[in-house]
């Protein structure tokens, strides 16, 4: 009977039981040095803030140094490309999310993410909040709906074409049939700014960010975009619930490797990042971030990738969202 020492990390000994004898007769020397973890997003946003989280986590139960490095370009590209163009040793990481799926879907990955990467573990999701200016007259989906059938009559803010806030929109004009107006911006606070501000209607916001414009009263919620409720909004229908059937916008974040790496290496990766999750300490930190801890195994992740990539390029053909 194994006996925990004190000093040990509960993650650690997780880890430890999680492992079987030949992942970890494959994986014995991984990681013998610091681990680069990529990030396509400048530092302090969400994907930032889950790779330093899980970076940290990661670095106590491996031994080793998870280093977040921040790479941020191309609606989160730039860093996937070079996760897939690197050494397939396990010591090159990035942490991605859905827009790997979307840009996917708009034909704007300079890789062939099923070829070049390697899912290894969803960590986390998180809902957008459907945002209005606090004197909006929409008060709920269905005057959305009823409203946005007229051609011109809303219009939404995104943080640019092809983001999460865009084609959460795009997905609700071709599910709804409504006709709302596309407003791109260069980024989610210019974005807000203008919503806050009466210039458009609407937005399909990260929850992350218009959470504490809502609860300072600055905006208003209508719904939130997940299948479940938020638990920091819990009085908010989802958009499902409010009358658009099979809505389903989340972003969901993920730990891709170079494709190749060998299985030994992933399965020691996401049986850590598993333990991690499900860690009390870690789920309340993911929660604080207004976002919900996951423990997807690398099959996982790569058919949720898969789904998503399909759900989206069926939104493109729809909608013929272009990226130009």
């Not at 989906?141 to 939404?156: Q, S, W």
């Not at 865009?166 to 791109?184: Q, R």
């Amino acid at each position: 009977m194994r006996i925990a020492r004190p000093g040990i990390p509960a993650i650690a000994i997780a880890l430890a039981a999680w492992i079987t004898p030949a992942a970890s007769h494959g994986a014995e020397a991984f990681p013998s040095r610091p681990v680069r973890l990529l990030v396509g997003f400048s530092p302090g946003g969400l994907t930032d803030q889950l790779a330093r989280l899980y970076g940290q986590k990661l670095g106590e139960a491996l031994g080793k140094p998870f280093v977040v490095d921040n790479r941020p370009g191309a609606g989160g590209n730039i860093a996937v490309q070079m996760a897939a163009r690197a050494p397939a040793d396990g010591y090159t990481l990035v942490m991605g999310a859905n827009y790997v799926a979307i840009n996917a879907a708009l034909n704007r990955n300079p890789y062939d993410w099923d070829k070049d990467l390697q899912p290894v573990a969803l960590i986390a999701a998180t809902p957008n909040l459907v945002v209005v200016p606090s004197n909006s007259p929409l008060h709920s989906v269905k005057d959305l709906i009823a409203t946005g059938k007229t051609p011109g009559k809303l219009t939404y803010g995104t943080a640019g074409v092809g983001s999460t806030t865009h084609m959460a929109a795009e997905l609700f004009n071709a599910m709804s049939g409504t006709s709302m107006t596309h407003v791109p911006y260069k980024g989610v606070s210019p974005a807000e700014l203008d919503l806050v501000a009466g210039t458009v209607s609407l937005m399909f916001d990260s929850i992350t960010t218009a959470a504490p414009m809502v609860k300072s009263g600055k905006l208003r919620a209508i719904a939130v975009t997940g299948t479940q409720r938020a638990p920091s909004f819990p009085e908010l229908p989802t958009v499902a619930e409010a009358g658009l059937k099979g809505f389903d916008v989340e972003a969901t974040f993920m730990i891709l490797a170079p494709a190749g790496t060998p299985q030994a290496i992933v399965d020691k990766l996401a049986g850590a990042a598993a333990a991690i999750s499900r860690d009390p300490a870690t789920r309340k930190a993911v929660e604080g971030m207004y976002a919900t801890p996951l423990a997807g195994d690398p099959e996982k992740t790569k058919r949720y990738l898969r789904t998503e990539v399909a759900k989206w390029q069926d939104v493109v053909k729809k909608t013929g969202v272009k990226v130009d």
